[in-house]
Protein backbone atom coordinates (compact mmCIF):
# COMPACT_ATOMS: atom_id res chain seq x y z
CA UNK A 1 0.00 0.00 0.00
CA UNK A 2 1.31 3.30 -0.45
CA UNK A 3 -0.45 7.11 -0.20
CA UNK A 4 -0.84 9.61 -2.55
CA UNK A 5 -1.41 13.63 -1.52
CA UNK A 6 -3.02 15.89 -3.71
CA UNK A 7 -4.11 19.24 -3.13
CA UNK A 8 -8.12 19.75 -3.46
CA UNK A 9 -9.88 23.38 -5.09
CA UNK A 10 -13.15 23.52 -3.99
CA UNK A 11 -15.53 25.78 -4.68
CA UNK A 12 -16.81 28.28 -1.89
CA UNK A 13 -20.09 25.95 -1.72
CA UNK A 14 -18.16 22.69 -1.28
CA UNK A 15 -15.64 23.73 1.30
CA UNK A 16 -19.34 24.90 3.08
CA UNK A 17 -20.04 21.88 2.84
CA UNK A 18 -17.25 19.76 3.81
CA UNK A 19 -16.94 21.67 6.65
CA UNK A 20 -20.13 21.03 7.79
CA UNK A 21 -19.80 17.30 7.13
CA UNK A 22 -16.66 17.80 9.65
CA UNK A 23 -19.28 19.17 12.18
CA UNK A 24 -21.53 16.70 11.42
CA UNK A 25 -18.81 14.26 12.48
CA UNK A 26 -17.40 16.04 14.91
CA UNK A 27 -20.82 15.82 16.41
CA UNK A 28 -21.26 12.46 15.61
CA UNK A 29 -17.98 11.32 17.72
CA UNK A 30 -19.03 13.47 20.70
CA UNK A 31 -22.33 11.92 20.75
CA UNK A 32 -21.25 8.50 20.76
CA UNK A 33 -18.60 9.35 23.29
CA UNK A 34 -21.25 10.60 25.75
CA UNK A 35 -23.63 7.60 25.20
CA UNK A 36 -20.87 5.19 25.65
CA UNK A 37 -19.90 7.32 28.90
CA UNK A 38 -23.40 7.18 29.95
CA UNK A 39 -23.29 3.18 29.28
CA UNK A 40 -20.34 2.33 31.30
CA UNK A 41 -20.91 4.38 34.05
CA UNK A 42 -24.49 2.86 34.43
CA UNK A 43 -23.51 -0.89 32.99
CA UNK A 44 -20.27 -1.41 33.15
CA UNK A 45 -19.80 -2.44 29.73
CA UNK A 46 -19.18 -0.78 26.29
CA UNK A 47 -21.17 -0.76 22.55
CA UNK A 48 -20.60 -3.43 20.74
CA UNK A 49 -19.50 -2.88 17.17
CA UNK A 50 -22.24 -4.18 15.75
CA UNK A 51 -24.73 -1.66 18.01
CA UNK A 52 -22.09 1.05 17.32
CA UNK A 53 -22.92 1.28 13.63
CA UNK A 54 -26.74 0.79 14.32
CA UNK A 55 -26.17 4.19 16.04
CA UNK A 56 -24.70 5.69 13.09
CA UNK A 57 -27.38 4.89 10.69
CA UNK A 58 -29.17 8.25 10.26
CA UNK A 59 -26.24 10.67 10.82
CA UNK A 60 -27.10 12.48 7.90
CA UNK A 61 -22.94 11.34 6.73
CA UNK A 62 -22.31 9.18 3.97
CA UNK A 63 -23.07 6.00 5.25
CA UNK A 64 -19.52 4.77 4.87
CA UNK A 65 -18.05 7.59 6.81
CA UNK A 66 -19.82 7.27 9.49
CA UNK A 67 -19.79 3.86 9.89
CA UNK A 68 -15.62 4.69 9.89
CA UNK A 69 -16.52 7.04 12.84
CA UNK A 70 -18.03 4.12 14.33
CA UNK A 71 -15.13 2.13 13.65
CA UNK A 72 -12.59 4.36 14.89
CA UNK A 73 -14.23 4.96 18.77
CA UNK A 74 -15.03 1.03 18.60
CA UNK A 75 -11.19 0.45 18.43
CA UNK A 76 -10.04 3.41 20.63
CA UNK A 77 -12.17 1.94 22.78
CA UNK A 78 -10.65 -1.79 22.38
CA UNK A 79 -7.13 -0.56 23.26
CA UNK A 80 -8.39 1.32 26.43
CA UNK A 81 -9.89 -2.03 27.30
CA UNK A 82 -6.56 -4.08 26.78
CA UNK A 83 -4.60 -1.40 29.05
CA UNK A 84 -7.39 -1.89 31.78
CA UNK A 85 -7.09 -5.29 31.40
CA UNK A 86 -3.20 -5.34 31.51
CA UNK A 87 -3.90 -3.15 34.86
CA UNK A 88 -2.42 -0.33 33.49
CA UNK A 89 -3.97 3.42 33.73
CA UNK A 90 -6.81 4.26 31.24
CA UNK A 91 -9.39 7.24 30.16
CA UNK A 92 -11.54 7.00 27.70
CA UNK A 93 -11.33 8.65 24.38
CA UNK A 94 -10.97 12.76 24.04
CA UNK A 95 -14.29 14.89 23.01
CA UNK A 96 -13.34 16.13 19.94
CA UNK A 97 -13.09 20.14 18.86
CA UNK A 98 -13.74 21.05 15.09
CA UNK A 99 -10.29 22.01 14.84
CA UNK A 100 -9.42 18.56 15.81
CA UNK A 101 -11.48 17.07 13.45
CA UNK A 102 -10.03 17.07 10.32
CA UNK A 103 -10.26 14.33 7.50
CA UNK A 104 -13.21 12.75 5.85
CA UNK A 105 -12.66 8.90 5.36
CA UNK A 106 -14.27 6.95 2.58
CA UNK A 107 -12.82 2.95 2.78
CA UNK A 108 -14.11 2.01 -0.42
CA UNK A 109 -16.80 3.15 -1.99
CA UNK A 110 -18.23 6.84 -2.54
CA UNK A 111 -15.70 8.68 -4.91
CA UNK A 112 -14.32 7.87 -8.25
CA UNK A 113 -10.90 9.97 -10.17
CA UNK A 114 -10.84 11.12 -13.69
CA UNK A 115 -10.22 14.98 -14.30
CA UNK A 116 -11.70 15.56 -11.04
CA UNK A 117 -12.70 14.04 -7.82
CA UNK A 118 -15.90 12.95 -8.06
CA UNK A 119 -17.24 12.45 -4.00
CA UNK A 120 -20.88 11.15 -3.35
CA UNK A 121 -22.38 14.07 -1.97
CA UNK A 122 -19.61 17.02 -2.69
CA UNK A 123 -19.93 16.57 -6.38
CA UNK A 124 -16.99 17.13 -8.74
CA UNK A 125 -14.04 19.08 -6.73
CA UNK A 126 -11.17 20.35 -8.85
CA UNK A 127 -7.94 18.56 -8.01
CA UNK A 128 -4.66 18.63 -9.20
CA UNK A 129 -2.94 15.45 -9.65
CA UNK A 130 1.19 16.51 -10.20
CA UNK A 131 1.60 12.65 -10.71
CA UNK A 132 0.43 9.62 -11.67
CA UNK A 133 -1.49 7.15 -9.77
CA UNK A 134 0.08 3.73 -10.14
CA UNK A 135 -2.10 0.86 -8.94
CA UNK A 136 -5.56 0.43 -7.55
CA UNK A 137 -7.30 3.13 -5.62
CA UNK A 138 -8.54 2.06 -1.98
CA UNK A 139 -9.67 4.60 0.09
CA UNK A 140 -10.29 8.39 0.23
CA UNK A 141 -9.48 10.37 3.09
CA UNK A 142 -10.60 13.87 2.15
CA UNK A 143 -8.33 15.99 4.73
CA UNK A 144 -8.68 19.77 5.78
CA UNK A 145 -5.32 21.33 6.82
CA UNK A 146 -4.58 23.63 9.45
CA UNK A 147 -4.33 26.24 7.40
CA UNK A 148 -7.77 25.78 5.93
CA UNK A 149 -6.37 24.21 2.69
CA UNK A 150 -8.03 21.02 1.82
CA UNK A 151 -5.92 17.48 0.20
CA UNK A 152 -7.28 14.33 -1.18
CA UNK A 153 -5.30 10.98 0.10
CA UNK A 154 -5.78 8.01 -1.62
CA UNK A 155 -4.11 5.04 -0.48
CA UNK A 156 -3.16 2.62 -3.64
CA UNK A 157 -2.48 -0.86 -3.76
CA UNK A 158 0.90 -1.33 -5.72
CA UNK A 159 0.85 -3.55 -8.65
CA UNK A 160 4.18 -6.05 -8.27
CA UNK A 161 7.04 -4.49 -10.27
CA UNK A 162 9.91 -6.37 -11.93
CA UNK A 163 12.34 -5.63 -9.38
CA UNK A 164 15.53 -3.33 -11.11
CA UNK A 165 19.13 -4.18 -10.86
CA UNK A 166 21.05 -1.32 -9.69
CA UNK A 167 24.81 -1.30 -10.48
CA UNK A 168 26.25 1.19 -8.64
CA UNK A 169 28.58 1.17 -5.65
CA UNK A 170 27.77 0.53 -2.01
CA UNK A 171 27.76 3.28 0.26
CA UNK A 172 28.14 4.39 3.64
CA UNK A 173 25.91 7.44 5.42
CA UNK A 174 26.28 9.77 8.39
CA UNK A 175 23.78 11.95 9.17
CA UNK A 176 24.49 15.28 10.67
CA UNK A 177 23.62 18.49 11.79
CA UNK A 178 25.92 20.47 9.89
CA UNK A 179 25.57 18.30 6.64
CA UNK A 180 22.11 16.62 5.80
CA UNK A 181 24.69 13.30 4.65
CA UNK A 182 28.16 12.76 4.31
CA UNK A 183 29.18 9.65 2.17
CA UNK A 184 31.74 7.66 2.51
CA UNK A 185 32.86 8.43 -1.25
CA UNK A 186 33.36 11.84 0.49
CA UNK A 187 30.58 13.57 -1.11
CA UNK A 188 28.02 15.71 0.56
CA UNK A 189 24.15 16.04 0.56
CA UNK A 190 23.67 19.98 2.35
CA UNK A 191 20.96 20.92 4.68
CA UNK A 192 19.20 23.13 2.71
CA UNK A 193 19.31 26.38 3.07
CA UNK A 194 16.73 28.00 1.39
CA UNK A 195 14.64 27.54 4.69
CA UNK A 196 16.51 30.36 6.36
CA UNK A 197 14.27 32.76 4.43
CA UNK A 198 10.77 30.94 5.72
CA UNK A 199 11.86 30.39 8.60
CA UNK A 200 12.19 34.46 9.37
CA UNK A 201 8.90 34.42 7.64
CA UNK A 202 7.90 32.30 10.37
CA UNK A 203 9.82 33.83 13.05
CA UNK A 204 7.28 37.22 11.36
CA UNK A 205 4.32 35.72 11.64
CA UNK A 206 4.41 34.03 14.90
CA UNK A 207 5.54 37.52 16.48
CA UNK A 208 2.53 39.24 14.22
CA UNK A 209 0.63 36.31 16.16
CA UNK A 210 1.63 37.08 20.07
CA UNK A 211 0.22 40.87 19.44
CA UNK A 212 -3.19 39.35 18.49
CA UNK A 213 -5.68 39.79 21.00
CA UNK A 214 -6.97 36.26 21.90
CA UNK A 215 -10.49 35.64 20.66
CA UNK A 216 -10.47 37.65 17.89
CA UNK A 217 -10.70 37.71 14.64
CA UNK A 218 -7.15 39.19 13.76
CA UNK A 219 -5.45 36.35 15.85
CA UNK A 220 -6.92 33.84 14.06
CA UNK A 221 -6.23 35.67 10.84
CA UNK A 222 -2.60 35.20 11.99
CA UNK A 223 -2.48 31.96 13.89
CA UNK A 224 -3.90 30.55 9.96
CA UNK A 225 -0.95 32.70 8.58
CA UNK A 226 1.37 30.75 10.78
CA UNK A 227 0.07 27.39 10.09
CA UNK A 228 0.54 28.28 6.36
CA UNK A 229 4.41 29.08 6.48
CA UNK A 230 4.80 26.12 8.64
CA UNK A 231 2.91 23.95 5.87
CA UNK A 232 5.64 25.21 3.12
CA UNK A 233 8.57 24.79 5.59
CA UNK A 234 7.54 21.38 5.67
CA UNK A 235 7.05 20.58 1.66
CA UNK A 236 10.01 22.64 0.73
CA UNK A 237 11.54 20.30 3.67
CA UNK A 238 9.87 16.84 2.12
CA UNK A 239 10.46 17.93 -1.65
CA UNK A 240 14.34 18.52 -0.81
CA UNK A 241 14.45 15.16 1.18
CA UNK A 242 12.79 13.31 -1.97
CA UNK A 243 15.33 14.71 -4.45
CA UNK A 244 18.08 13.54 -2.29
CA UNK A 245 16.27 10.02 -1.37
CA UNK A 246 16.10 9.84 -5.77
CA UNK A 247 19.53 10.70 -5.87
CA UNK A 248 21.17 8.18 -3.58
CA UNK A 249 19.04 5.03 -4.70
CA UNK A 250 20.04 6.12 -8.58
CA UNK A 251 23.44 5.64 -7.73
CA UNK A 252 23.92 3.45 -5.30
CA UNK A 253 22.87 -0.35 -4.78
CA UNK A 254 23.70 -0.66 -1.30
CA UNK A 255 23.41 2.98 1.66
CA UNK A 256 24.38 1.64 4.52
CA UNK A 257 22.98 4.10 7.51
CA UNK A 258 23.12 3.58 11.34
CA UNK A 259 20.66 1.98 12.99
CA UNK A 260 19.41 5.66 15.31
CA UNK A 261 16.53 5.02 17.96
CA UNK A 262 15.14 8.16 18.65
CA UNK A 263 16.43 7.98 22.44
CA UNK A 264 20.13 7.69 20.79
CA UNK A 265 19.92 10.26 18.72
CA UNK A 266 19.25 12.25 22.00
CA UNK A 267 21.71 11.16 23.92
CA UNK A 268 24.03 11.73 21.42
CA UNK A 269 23.25 15.32 21.60
CA UNK A 270 21.49 15.63 18.61
CA UNK A 271 18.25 16.70 20.57
CA UNK A 272 17.06 19.27 17.60
CA UNK A 273 14.03 18.09 16.43
CA UNK A 274 14.20 19.37 12.97
CA UNK A 275 16.95 17.20 12.09
CA UNK A 276 15.43 14.40 13.93
CA UNK A 277 12.27 14.75 11.72
CA UNK A 278 14.68 14.98 8.63
CA UNK A 279 16.64 12.26 9.30
CA UNK A 280 13.39 10.05 10.39
CA UNK A 281 11.87 10.89 6.77
CA UNK A 282 14.63 10.58 4.69
CA UNK A 283 15.49 7.28 6.53
CA UNK A 284 11.88 6.27 5.43
CA UNK A 285 11.99 7.35 2.14
CA UNK A 286 14.92 5.49 1.11
CA UNK A 287 13.29 2.39 2.87
CA UNK A 288 9.97 2.47 0.85
CA UNK A 289 11.49 3.59 -2.09
CA UNK A 290 14.68 1.03 -2.18
CA UNK A 291 13.14 -1.99 -3.60
CA UNK A 292 11.56 -0.38 -7.05
CA UNK A 293 14.99 1.11 -7.46
CA UNK A 294 16.87 -2.07 -6.69
CA UNK A 295 18.76 -1.44 -4.29
CA UNK A 296 19.10 -2.22 -1.08
CA UNK A 297 19.15 -0.14 2.74
CA UNK A 298 21.30 -1.70 5.68
CA UNK A 299 21.51 -0.77 9.05
CA UNK A 300 24.49 -0.81 11.49
CA UNK A 301 25.31 -0.75 14.95
CA UNK A 302 26.11 2.98 15.37
CA UNK A 303 28.29 2.79 18.16
CA UNK A 304 31.77 4.56 18.38
CA UNK A 305 31.24 5.00 14.66
CA UNK A 306 32.76 8.38 14.80
CA UNK A 307 35.46 8.00 17.37
CA UNK A 308 36.90 4.28 15.75
CA UNK A 309 39.52 4.71 13.19
CA UNK A 310 38.42 3.77 9.69
CA UNK A 311 42.31 2.96 8.33
CA UNK A 312 43.32 1.24 11.61
CA UNK A 313 40.08 0.57 13.83
CA UNK A 314 41.55 2.43 17.07
CA UNK A 315 39.80 4.37 18.92
CA UNK A 316 40.36 8.17 18.58
CA UNK A 317 38.13 10.26 20.51
CA UNK A 318 37.20 13.22 19.65
CA UNK A 319 34.63 15.78 21.32
CA UNK A 320 31.63 17.12 18.85
CA UNK A 321 33.67 20.34 17.87
CA UNK A 322 36.21 18.43 16.63
CA UNK A 323 35.94 18.57 12.70
CA UNK A 324 38.67 16.22 11.49
CA UNK A 325 39.66 12.56 12.38
CA UNK A 326 43.33 12.42 12.92
CA UNK A 327 44.59 9.21 13.79
CA UNK A 328 48.19 9.24 16.22
CA UNK A 329 48.43 5.16 15.24
CA UNK A 330 48.19 5.19 11.27
CA UNK A 331 48.39 8.44 10.49
CA UNK A 332 44.93 8.69 9.09
CA UNK A 333 43.78 12.07 8.65
CA UNK A 334 40.51 12.58 7.29
CA UNK A 335 37.48 14.82 7.31
CA UNK A 336 35.48 13.40 10.85
CA UNK A 337 32.10 12.24 9.03
CA UNK A 338 33.96 10.92 5.99
CA UNK A 339 35.69 9.13 8.25
CA UNK A 340 32.46 7.88 10.42
CA UNK A 341 30.66 6.90 7.11
CA UNK A 342 33.22 4.76 5.99
CA UNK A 343 33.19 2.97 9.45
CA UNK A 344 29.44 2.83 8.70
CA UNK A 345 29.74 1.02 5.55
CA UNK A 346 32.72 -1.09 6.62
CA UNK A 347 30.13 -2.46 9.37
CA UNK A 348 27.92 -3.93 6.39
CA UNK A 349 30.38 -5.91 4.74
CA UNK A 350 32.02 -6.92 7.75
CA UNK A 351 29.42 -8.54 9.18
CA UNK A 352 28.02 -6.22 11.60
CA UNK A 353 25.10 -5.44 10.22
CA UNK A 354 22.48 -5.21 12.68
CA UNK A 355 19.09 -6.10 10.09
CA UNK A 356 19.62 -5.52 6.49
CA UNK A 357 15.72 -4.39 6.21
CA UNK A 358 13.54 -1.37 6.71
CA UNK A 359 11.05 -3.02 9.39
CA UNK A 360 7.97 -2.39 9.71
CA UNK A 361 8.56 0.54 12.06
CA UNK A 362 11.07 1.81 9.78
CA UNK A 363 8.58 1.94 7.10
CA UNK A 364 6.71 5.55 7.03
CA UNK A 365 4.95 5.45 9.81
CA UNK A 366 3.04 8.48 9.21
CA UNK A 367 0.61 5.89 7.13
CA UNK A 368 -0.03 3.57 9.85
CA UNK A 369 -1.36 6.39 11.22
CA UNK A 370 -5.25 6.89 10.28
CA UNK A 371 -5.60 9.30 6.84
CA UNK A 372 -2.22 11.16 7.98
CA UNK A 373 0.18 10.72 5.84
CA UNK A 374 0.39 15.03 4.95
CA UNK A 375 1.06 15.64 8.22
CA UNK A 376 2.42 19.37 8.05
CA UNK A 377 4.72 18.27 10.28
ZN1 LIG B 1 44.25 4.82 12.45
Redesign the pocket.
Known amino acids: MRAYAFRLYPSKTQQNELEHHLWTEKKLWNTLLEKTKKRYGEEGRFYSQRELQLMVKDSGLYSQSAQAIAHRLHRALQVKVRAKNRGQKWGFPRFKSFERMRSIYYPQSGFSLDEKLQVSQFGEISIVQHRAIKGKIKTLTLKREASGKWHAIFTVEQELQTPKTNKGPAVGLDLGLNRLATLSDGKIIQNPHHFRALEQKLAAAQRLLSRKHKGSHNRQKAAKNVALVHEKMADARKDYLHKSANWLLSNYSKIVMEDLRIDEMAQKGHGKGIHDASWGMLTNMLCYKAESAGSEIVFVDPKYTSQE?S????I?SKSLRERIHQ?S????VLDRDVNAAINILTRATAGMAGSNACGDEAIAPSLKQEAAPFRAR
Open positions: CGCHSVCSCGL
